[in-house]
């Protein structure tokens, strides 16, 4: 079975996590997988397009193609397997309006001419259905073997640390947190925020480490928590979302206050393995909480880590993904 991955970078977090983490696992197991990069000028699409036939599966990553490119795909390509973890169909949150037209047509000409569609979560496989039957849901994972959880909770001195990691992107999210958790400093000034990031925000309240992120120190990083932190905005573009942010806190034992949008709500149970905050007086109280209890921080910290064990590691959905690569495979070529 050979199949062409198309990817928008080695570096995208989505592209690591949702692809080339696999690649390995497929290789091992007689996949001849290769991976290949959006090309920006015509000359260099169709070069590739026209190679498409070579391969038995066309395994496209989050890109929307115009109808008229992707129809010139689809004579191309035998079979096509789509994977995605953003709600692409819809204007991210930061667009007044959440509707895109240009979008909706794209999104539904490519899910209407799909072998198949691989979902990050149930929001997303809804999406598809109104197109496409043939879709499943495979959680964005983990990769275990790159994480251990941290070693002891107890800080003898200096302030619990309130951390968030991500892209600069997804920064407007704990922008919108920001005068909480300066209220709540007001109120118990014995946390620092940390922030992983390529940019950062300010505080004239709350002390605020800066650290950019990097591979080589994103474990470390992680371990330096002692609270994780994903807020949202409750939108149609948040709905899509995938929660990698609490995947990684989980990865490391390190607890998670979340906003239960999407599929937040399905990898955190609230007061079972972490906590939700729905609203100010929630985030305030929750974070509270669990700046003051040390021990409550190391039982939902482990209950996290198992969570990600049972669920959403690579070990477990590589199997998956490697079963509906065969099963499309067992199936009529399109050309």
């Not at 395994?59 to 992707?70: A, C, D, Q, S």
Request: glycine share 6%; charged share 25%.
């Amino acid at each position: 079975m050979k199949i062409a991955f198309l990817i928008h970078s080695l570096e995208v977090n989505s592209c690591r996590y949702r692809v080339l983490q696999y690649i390995p696992y497929l290789k091992e197991a007689g996949v001849d997988a290769s991976i290949h990069f959006y090309q920006r000028t015509w000359l260099e699409k169709l070069k590739f397009y026209n190679t498409l036939g070579e391969y038995d599966i066309f395994y496209i990553h989050r890109k929307l193609f115009p109808p008229i490119e992707f129809a010139y795909i689809r004579k191309k390509a035998k079979r096509i397997i789509y994977d995605f973890d953003d709600a692409i169909m819809y204007r991210s949150s930061s667009a007044k309006n959440p509707y895109s037209l240009s979008r909706r047509i794209k999104f539904a000409y490519m899910m209407r001419r799909l072998d198949f569609v691989i979902a990050g979560n149930n929001f997303l496989k809804t999406e598809v259905l109104r197109y496409n039957l043939y879709s499943e849901i495979i959680p964005t994972s983990i990769d275990l073997s790159q994480y251990s959880s941290k070693k002891g909770y107890s800080r003898k001195e200096g302030p619990v640390i309130i951390g968030w990691l991500g892209s600069s992107s997804t920064l407007k999210y704990l922008k919108g947190l920001m005068p909480t958790v300066e209220r709540l400093y007001r109120r118990y000034p014995h946390f620092q925020l940390k922030i992983v990031c390529d940019q950062f925000l300010d505080s004239s309240t709350v002390p605020v480490i800066k650290k950019k992120w990097s591979a080589e120190t994103e474990e470390t990083d992680l371990k330096s928590f002692d609270i994780g932190i994903m807020p949202l905005t409750d939108d149609l573009w948040s709905r899509g979302k995938c929660g990698l942010k609490i995947l990684q806190y989980f990865s490391v034992g390190v607890p998670a206050v979340c906003t239960p949008v999407g599929i937040n709500r399905d990898i955190v149970q609230d007061c079972v393995n972490g906590l939700w905050a729905q609203n100010e007086k929630q985030w305030e109280e929750k974070l509270l909480t669990l700046i003051q209890e040390e021990g409550l921080r190391q039982e939902l910290g482990t209950k996290g880590r198992k969570t990600v064990e049972r669920l959403y590691t690579v070990d477990v959905n590589a199997p998956r993904l490697l079963g509906i690569l065969k099963k499309v495979y067992a199936r009529d070529a399109s050309v």
